[in-house]
C-alpha cells in the first residue's frame, strides 16, 4: 500500500517563504509526482509537478516563485515556495502515480495522494 505524508505547511505572513515536503511510504516506482492546492468549496488547483527525469512543469502563475524537486533515493518530494501572497494560502496536496509517457497534468492522473498540509499566509 502507497501512503503519502506532507508536511511543512504553516502560517507565514506575505513576501515569506515555505518549503513543503511529501514523504512516499510503500512499495512505489512510479516515475510522477505533482503538487496541488486547495481552498474549501473550490476545486483541487494544480501547482506544478515532476517527471522522473527531474524535469519539471508548472502552471503559469505560480512560475519563478515555486520549485518543486525530489530525492528518488528517499522517495521525498518539495515544493519550495518564495514570495508567498495571501492569495497562496491553501491546503496543499502531493499526488503520485505512474505513467508511459509525460506526467498527467490534472489530479485525476494521481491514484495516491496525502492528506496536505495547510499554508496560510497574511497580509
Not at 55 to 74: M, P
Not at 108 to 123: E, F, M, R
Amino acid at each position: 500500500q502507497v501512503q503519502l505524508v506532507e508536511s511543512g505547511g504553516g502560517s507565514v505572513q506575505a513576501g515569506g517563504s515555505l518549503t513543503l515536503s511529501c514523504q512516499v511510504f510503500g512499495i512505489y516506482n512510479g516515475n510522477c509526482m505533482a503538487w496541488f492546492r486547495q481552498v474549501p468549496g473550490k476545486e483541487r488547483q494544480r501547482v506544478g509537478r515532476i517527471e522522473s527525469l527531474g524535469d519539471t512543469r508548472y502552471r503559469e502563475s505560480r512560475r519563478g516563485r515555486f520549485t518543486i524537486s525530489k530525492t528518488n533515493a528517499e522517495n521525498v518530494g518539495y515544493l519550495r515556495m518564495t514570495r508567498l501572497q495571501p492569495e497562496d494560502t491553501a491546503r496543499y496536496f502531493c499526488g503520485a502515480g505512474d505513467a508511459g509517457g509525460l506526467c498527467p497534468a490534472g489530479a485525476g492522473g494521481y491514484p495516491y495522494w496525502g492528506q496536505g498540509t495547510q499554508v496560510t499566509v497574511s497580509s
